[in-house]
């Protein structure tokens, strides 16, 4: 974004951290400065998915050899890189200058940050090579998003699964009633072997079939990216060899299902389940929702209660746009989601606010220790919540522009007890000095826990129709 060009000052800024530039102000603050010369030149955008759903967006820069020609190309690289984790596509469209189309192949073919939006976007996600597309607005791929009555099937008996980074869940249910829930501590990310994932997940599904008289559907949700109920790209099985992945994971789940005697067997990410969740819960649609766990994972459901073909994946997508932002481990790049809405966050601002913790000592462990010093009134770790809700207030000014909603279902560890209260009450202030409107039309939802763990195995277990 315009990093030499300053936004307005924050309203109510995270305490523990003066450097957050929130890309929603960020980029007021650039669209005001080129309206105001009246010199912008308007940039057509489109990102589309090989399936057919794309969406489009327009824009403004400086004409080129101005001085801040520069900073409002890196704004609309920002903007893409937004589309992309939050839509997901193959294919950039770009109807712009020269320059910006010469910086944006630049970005993604040989800077770090942008190779990786590029390789995930391309051949890992949807088997393709991604692709800058210099084309007139007038040869875009026209608007459109595919969507799907996926789930709220609650007939029959059936197994409802959530594979996380730190713990599996599997439930029973029959008619839509959970008879049985479990959750077994795992660490898969050290497992390099695809039959010990494989040989785990069938243990849970085993132990959740012993409750019922028979099994009609399995329904799972999982971290990562996954298109017709195959991998393509997820943490749990960061330690597997990339050619072990291609031969047994990116099927796995299909020979499960197979395992299974070929019955409806749907895997989804899970936070589309967790927005599936919530929307059946509040019973309504136009509902986002955001787990802060070990990553950050979201899903949407639109206002017919629908699941949509976007990607959601908003642990990579920006938010903050400070040069000094901290840098997600795995694309490289700073500002986005993950280092704001999760235990990497949280246990980053412990140190900010003076909370000493062993560096050795785990993030969940972190967790529970700050969690302890909430429930005793810690001024210290009240901060650390505060910032957080804050980071969240302005993230939601970004969120709302992509994404038309009136709900937010917040979960994950990180909302447990008094600290999830804290988020909430620090982002609605937000939103109220800042957007007021915003205030004024979402709905926060903060699940109980009997919720979140039956509920989630319900919305999984309810993904497959029966045949």
């Known amino acids: 974004?315009?990093?030499?060009?300053?936004?307005?000052?924050?309203?109510?800024?995270?305490?523990?951290?003066?450097?957050?530039?929130?890309?929603?102000?960020?980029?007021?603050a650039l669209d005001a400065d080129i309206g105001a010369g009246g010199a912008g030149i308007r940039v057509a955008l489109a990102v589309e998915q090989p399936a057919g759903s794309a969406w489009r967006r327009e824009t403004h820069v400086y004409p080129?050899?101005?001085?801040?020609?520069?900073?409002?190309?890196?704004?609309?690289?920002?903007?893409?890189?937004?589309?992309?984790?939050?839509?997901?596509?193959?294919?950039?469209?770009?109807?712009?200058?020269?320059?910006?189309?010469?910086?944006?192949?630049?970005?993604?073919?040989?800077d770090p940050a942008g190779m990786f939006d590029a390789a995930f976007m391309g051949p890992q996600l949807f088997g393709t090579p991604f692709e800058v597309v210099p084309v007139p607005e007038a040869d875009f791929p026209p608007e459109r998003e595919a969507a799907v009555a996926l789930g709220r099937h609650l007939d029959g008996c059936r197994i409802g699964f959530d594979l996380g980074a730190s713990d599996r869940k599997a439930a029973a249910v029959i008619d839509g009633e959970v008879v049985f829930s479990e959750e077994i501590l795992w660490d898969p990310s050290r497992h390099a072997d695809p039959q010990w994932h494989f040989d785990e997940v069938m243990d849970s599904l085993r132990r959740a079939a012993a409750h019922m008289p028979r099994v009609d559907a399995i329904g799972g949700s999982s971290a990562g990216a996954y298109v017709d109920n195959e991998v393509r790209a997820a943490s749990l099985f960061r330690a597997v060899p990339p050619e072990a992945f291609e031969a047994r994971v990116r099927g796995l789940f299909r020979e499960l299902r197979q395992a299974w005697g070929d019955i409806p067997f749907v895997v989804v990410n899970d936070g589309e389940v967790t927005a599936l969740a919530g929307s059946m819960m509040a019973g309504s649609g136009g509902l986002l929702g955001i787990a802060m766990g070990s990553s950050q994972a979201a899903g949407y459901v639109d206002r017919q209660g629908r699941l949509t073909s976007r990607i959601d994946e908003l642990a990579f997508a920006p938010i903050d746009d400070s040069p000094d932002a901290p840098v997600d481990e795995w694309s490289g790049d700073r500002g986005c989601g993950v280092q704001y809405f999760s235990q990497q966050a949280t246990a980053r601002l412990m140190g900010s606010a003076?909370?000493?913790?062993?560096?050795?000592?785990?993030?969940?462990?972190?967790?529970?220790?700050?969690?302890?010093?909430?429930?005793?009134?810690?001024?210290?770790?009240?901060?650390?919540?505060?910032?957080?809700?804050?980071?969240l207030g302005y993230a939601l000014m970004t969120y709302r522009e992509e994404y038309d909603l009136d709900h937010l279902l917040l979960l994950g560890r990180v909302m447990t007890g008094a600290g999830g209260d804290a988020v909430i009450e620090t982002a609605r202030a937000v939103l109220a000095a800042e957007d007021p409107e915003a205030a004024e039309g979402i709905r926060f939802h903060l699940a109980d826990e009997r919720q979140k763990r039956h509920g989630q195995a319900v919305a999984a277990a309810s993904l497959p129709e029966l045949r």
Not at 1 to 14: E, I, V, W
Not at 70 to 86: N, T
Not at 354 to 380: F, N, Y
């Open 354 to 391: 003076g909370i000493d913790v062993d560096g050795s000592t785990p993030l969940p462990e972190r967790l529970v220790h700050l969690q302890d010093l909430m429930a005793a009134a810690d001024p210290r770790a009240a901060l650390v919540y505060r910032t957080v809700g804050s980071y």
């Open 64 to 110: 080129t050899g101005h001085p801040r020609e520069a900073a409002s190309h890196r704004a609309v690289e920002r903007l893409c890189k937004f589309l992309l984790w939050s839509r997901g596509g193959s294919r950039l469209y770009v109807d712009g200058p020269p320059s910006l189309v010469t910086f944006l192949t630049r970005h993604y073919a040989a």
């Open 1 to 28: 974004m315009s990093r030499d060009l300053p936004a307005r000052g924050l309203r109510l800024p995270p305490p523990l951290d003066a450097r957050f530039r929130p890309l929603a102000l960020a980029r007021a």
